[in-house]
């Protein structure tokens, strides 16, 4: 069973900086889609950011100019770069592959907290 493992979470203030990092327990191969997704209390889970294999990337229009997303395809690991940040970015964030080798995979890890003070 493959794990996603996040880091990079906490607590930053208005204007700061953080940088979410996700990495796969073990190798696999054909990972189309790497994304990060965010859940804030009393919300949906939704898109913040994802790119393909090919690194083309897709924002939300809430973070666009101030994330950014990028992926390492030998490591297996997938960043966001969170500059700019605002109290409304609170969130839990989660990372997500999907891929397809035989049948579809879609990993999740198991999210990581990031807290903006105003």
Not at 9 to 18: I, R
Not at 91 to 116: L, M
């Amino acid at each position: 069973q493959v794990q996603l493992v996040e880091s990079g979470g906490g607590l930053v203030q208005a204007g700061g900086s953080l940088r979410l990092s996700c990495a796969a327990s073990r190798r696999i191969f054909s990972i189309n889609t790497m994304g990060w997704y965010r859940q804030a209390p009393g919300k949906q889970r939704e898109l913040v950011a994802d790119i393909t294999s090919d690194h083309s990337t897709n924002y939300s229009d809430s973070v666009k100019g101030r994330f950014t997303i990028s992926r390492d395809n030998v490591e297996n690991t997938v960043y966001l770069q969170m500059d700019s940040l605002k109290p409304e970015d609170t969130a839990i964030y989660y990372c997500n592959f999907r891929g397809h080798i035989f049948k579809p995979f879609d990993y999740w890890g198991q999210g990581t907290q990031v807290t903006v003070s105003s």
